[in-house]
């Protein structure tokens, strides 16, 4: 089994925050505080030390006019304070992206990276599984309210894991990065703890009750398949895709038999009959109806961060904290050009990666394939909500993002 331990950085000026940044991956996902401090002081650290390379870099240049762009729209937000704090959710995790991305630098870095989230998944799926089926929870402060852990009994919504995290989908989303991590490691290394924590994830991920990162996960389980020519995993895939699909949304004669073979807690999920009383106004179409609806009427500047939650209490008499699109969230609250310049950098960087995948060596292509994945997997989650208010699952996204784009063998 792999031991946590710290791992030197090649580089010994980058010694310490890369020191720091690992203390962070450890802590994250039990505290925001403890676990993204650490590792934005790290990226600080970097940025006082080679301030003059990372300023020269186009694609932070890109971020720092993006930033620019966003506190311009604040400055015409229909709220401007709650807009101004807005910007925390994006302006902290530029500048930490360009940090990270001078000092994750090594295939080895990516592995290490990996292992540290996947055994810290341990103990985030044993309190989900002790929460859920014991329907123990609390709220828990420790070191003087440093670590504050909200556990709802029965989950959050009830029924539904949420561990450590506030809420179902929050989790989801982290076990959409932790899941494809431990899958490619457990495809590099086959190690057998990593296929028992693979199960104890896939568990996890399932009680999530999250459509989202059931699709997800299958579609990563397809992708490495497609990646390793494994045409018997392939077909496997596919055929619990089918399964999956025409148990939920064929035609009754069709659907009836599927139903036999696939519980219900999937296909009812699927095709919404499991909550099939949901009003109008709770429903994703809806709610990106009106974002984009707002787009139109202010499609420079937005309405301002936070403002789509206003303005949809307002009108629909539902209070909805986004309009679970990321890119509808941005262009409706800070505008298309703030939208499109994000979508814009992170798919530079995504379309590099692919020269960059073939510039590794076989043994290292590996894991940069993995991370390419489960940034991937970031990126779809954010289609069809918006996870990045947690600050945890946040840096996790941009933590990704920076391990893809300067790698170097």
């Known amino acids: 089994m792999k031991t946590l331990r710290l791992q030197s950085?090649?580089?010994p000026s980058l010694q310490r925050p890369w020191i720091l940044v690992q203390f962070g991956l450890f802590l994250m996902p039990f505290s925001a505080f403890l676990g993204c401090t650490p590792v934005l002081v790290a990226a600080l650290d970097i940025w006082q030390q080679r301030f003059s390379s990372l300023s020269r870099e186009p694609v932070n240049r890109g971020f720092a006019v993006l930033g620019l762009v966003m506190i311009v729209a604040a400055g015409f937000a229909l709220d401007r304070t709650n807009a101004?704090?807005?910007l925390f959710n994006f302006l902290p995790f530029f500048v930490t992206f360009a940090g990270l991305s001078e000092l994750i630098r090594s295939p080895k870095q990516l592995t290490q990276i990996a292992w540290i989230w996947v055994l810290t998944s341990i103990p985030v799926t044993l309190i989900g599984l002790v929460q859920l089926f014991f329907n123990v929870g609390g709220s828990p402060s420790i070191l003087w309210g440093l670590i504050e852990l909200t556990i709802s009994p029965g989950g959050e919504p009830l029924g539904r894991m949420s561990s450590v995290f506030t809420y179902a989908n929050v989790l989801a989303s982290y076990y959409a990065i932790v899941f494809i991590l431990n899958l490619g490691l457990w495809i590099d290394q086959r190690q057998r703890i990593l296929g028992a924590i693979f199960c104890l994830n896939a568990i996890g991920l399932i009680l999530t009750n999250s459509r989202n990162v059931w699709a997800i996960s299958l579609l990563a389980g397809l992708a490495?398949?497609?990646y390793h020519g494994w045409k018997k995993i392939v077909a496997g895939v596919v055929g619990i895709a089918g399964l999956m699909a025409g148990a939920a949304f064929a035609p009754e004669p069709i659907a009836a038999p599927l139903r036999v073979i696939v519980p219900r807690f999937f296909w009812a999920r699927l095709n919404d009959q499991m909550y099939s009383d949901r009003p109008v106004n709770q429903l994703r179409s809806t709610q990106w109806k009106f974002a984009w609806s707002m787009t139109e009427q202010r499609p420079l500047t937005g309405w301002g961060f936070r403002s789509f939650s206003k303005l949809y209490t307002e009108q629909m008499q539902l209070w909805m904290g986004h309009p679970h699109n990321l890119f509808f969230?941005?262009?409706s609250e800070t505008g298309l050009?703030?939208?499109?310049m994000l979508y814009g950098?992170?798919?530079w960087i995504l379309a590099q990666s692919v020269f960059t995948w073939r510039k590794l060596q076989s043994q290292h292509q590996r894991i940069y394939f993995t991370f390419s994945i489960?940034?991937?997997a970031c990126t779809l989650f954010s289609f069809l909500d918006?996870?990045?208010?947690d600050a945890r699952i946040n840096l996790m996204g941009w933590i990704l993002l920076a391990g893809i784009w300067k790698m170097q063998d």
């Open 374 to 376: 489960a940034f991937f």
């Open 329 to 331: 969230m941005l262009s």
């Open 9 to 11: 950085h090649p580089d």
């Open 224 to 226: 490495f398949a497609l």
């Open 337 to 340: 050009p703030a939208a499109l």
């Open 386 to 389: 918006v996870p990045l208010f």
């Open 84 to 86: 101004f704090l807005g």
């Open 345 to 347: 950098l992170v798919g």
